[in-house]
């Protein structure tokens, strides 16, 4: 009995490995796909294609490393892992799991074989359906009060959203429509759905509800992500049916809403200075990168001095708030202020 229970505190960590671990997939992924962007657009291949390659390594490590650990936690710790599944606020970080799984599909299509990438992308395509599913569900059948909602509820949307953005790119890559616009069409709807009512319902929440809880405010910047990313759908999905023109309009327009948001983010900024390190604070980086993104996809169609400047500028933003995250976030586990039981 003693040797089992200290077989136990010996790997309480595990236990308590929490799913939001996955958020520092997005961050890091997101920042290397800026990374690769960036150096595409201004043609950088020669003096820092090493460094593409690095942050694709980088990410994809993280990647099975939390995988291979939050899967240890399913099967040692299947109680604590249903829990997470029932949590109000916990429950909405599952679809960054099969967001970074789309993320890091992107990175790695350079590299992969045909049947790999197509297999990832199901995976990936079919968690997210399932995570949206199970979390809309379960918004319906439990009783949800309005402190409960934060913009952490985003996640499955950007999700969804995420979905036409990698089958675009894995079609480009394959140079053949293997992932038909009925399949894209399906996810770019439901997450354009959802990010507008759901937009609508945070925003009152926020205004005339209670203030969130300190360790949620990182999650504020979530409302950078639906609008770059929605951005960039347009961008790639339509250019065979709409004149360009009219698609950069409309993109344009959405990214004008996430620029609105680091305005707004930047002018509150004294309200995330005094907040104490949680793995919340990830919630920081994949909207920078999405944004970033965004304007480097807008600059390269239009040429625009104006989103260059932003493309580089969020660019250099996620770059700055990825290191000081990461370096937080390797300070509390040696410190071992997380994956522990919270209060």
Known sequence: MEENKEFVEENFWLLHFPIMFFASVMGVGGLSLVVNKSIDIFELQESFGWLSILCVIVSVILFIVIVILYGLKMVKYPKAFFEELKHPVKINFFAAVSVSTLIILTLILPFVSDWF????????????????????????????????????????IVGNLIVPLAGMKLNLALGDMVIGHEVLIFYFGMGTFFWILLGAGLLFRLIFGENLPQKFLPTLFIFIAPPSIFGLDVLLMFNDFIPIGNLYIIASASFSVALFFILLMASIFKVFLNIKFALSWWAFTFPIAA???????????????????????????????????????????KNREVCVMEE
């Open 117 to 156: 990438a197509l297999a990832l992308f199901y995976v990936g395509a079919l968690l997210q359906l399932v995570f949206s599913l199970y979390v809309v569900k379960y918004w319906f059948i439990n009783e949800m009060k309005q402190k409960m909602a934060s913009p952490a509820w985003f996640i499955p």
């Open 291 to 333: 944004f970033s993104l965004c304007a480097l996809e807008l600059y390269n169609i239009s040429g625009s001095a104006i989103y260059k400047m932003f493309g580089i500028l969020g660019g250099i933003l996620c770059v700055t708030i990825v290191l000081i995250v990461g370096f937080r976030t390797l300070i509390a586990i």
